[in-house]
């Protein structure tokens, strides 16, 4: 079977007891922690920064944390969230006043780098990085909020940089974010993706396990 990962977005947890969620969650079988920072400028919310995830570090969490950035500017944050314990760090084009030196800036932190693209973002700003990215994040809702409905225009996006990917023979994770639920995993796993993002879908039910355990087996048909 391929390799997915599923990431549960710690934004829908019960962030009164954060370390304890995330616990459950990788219990119940999750691969990686997603981590949404979210400044109130670039986008309309505001939420956790590197103290946060040094917490979770220090709390014993030895998953892989993938930190997902809407902060602009976003250069002043990277090295902070690679002190803390990121594992991956994914960044918008549009916070980045130099995109190749955000992503090597990642890079020497001994981080792996990813690059987000919103609905309406356009892929060329793929087309002179393939070559330096670990992940290409999808967002499949516009950012900012968990519990939006899935895009569904993302899977012909999916389809597009899969293609990219498959083409380039890069190592690259193409990661959706958005919207991801028990339902709709299937096709987004048909359209090219291999890492899910799913927030509210996971922690909005008092059940993880039994979530997580339906999702991979919509992803092993
Ligand atoms: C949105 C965040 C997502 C969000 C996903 O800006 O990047 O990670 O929390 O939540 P759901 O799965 O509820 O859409
Ligand atoms: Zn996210």
């Not at 934004?11 to 019960?14: D, H, I, K, Q």
């Not at 500017?73 to 002043?76: E, I, K, N, Q, S």
């Given at each position: 079977m391929k390799d997915f990962l599923i990431a549960p977005s710690i934004?829908?947890?019960?962030f009164a007891r954060l370390g304890e969620e995330v616990d459950n969650v990788l219990a119940a079988g999750a691969d990686v922690v997603h981590f949404d920072v979210m400044d109130n400028h670039y986008v309309p919310n505001l939420t956790i920064g590197p103290m946060v995830c040094q917490a979770l570090r220090d709390h014993g969490v030895t998953a892989p944390i993938d930190v997902h950035l809407m902060v602009k500017?976003?250069?002043?944050i990277i090295p902070d969230f690679a002190k803390a314990g990121a594992s991956i760090i994914t960044f918008h084009p549009e916070t980045s006043e130099h995109i190749d030196r955000s992503i090597q800036l990642i890079k020497d932190h001994g981080c792996q780098a990813g690059l987000v693209f919103n609905p309406a973002t356009p892929l060329h700003y793929l087309d002179y990085v393939m070559d330096k990215l670990d992940v290409i994040l999808l967002m499949s809702v516009n950012p900012g909020f968990g519990g939006q409905s899935f895009i569904p225009g993302t899977l012909d996006k999916l389809r597009q940089v899969r293609a990219k990917i498959d083409a380039s023979g890069y190592d690259i994770r193409l990661e959706v974010d958005g919207g991801v639920n028990v339902n709709n995993i299937g096709e987004i796993a048909a359209a090219g993706a291999d890492m899910f993002v799913a927030g509210s879908a996971i922690f909005n039910q008092p059940d993880y396990k039994a979530v997580i355990d339906e999702m991979r087996g919509e992803l092993a048909k």
């Open positions: 934004l829908s947890a019960n500017p976003v250069d002043r």
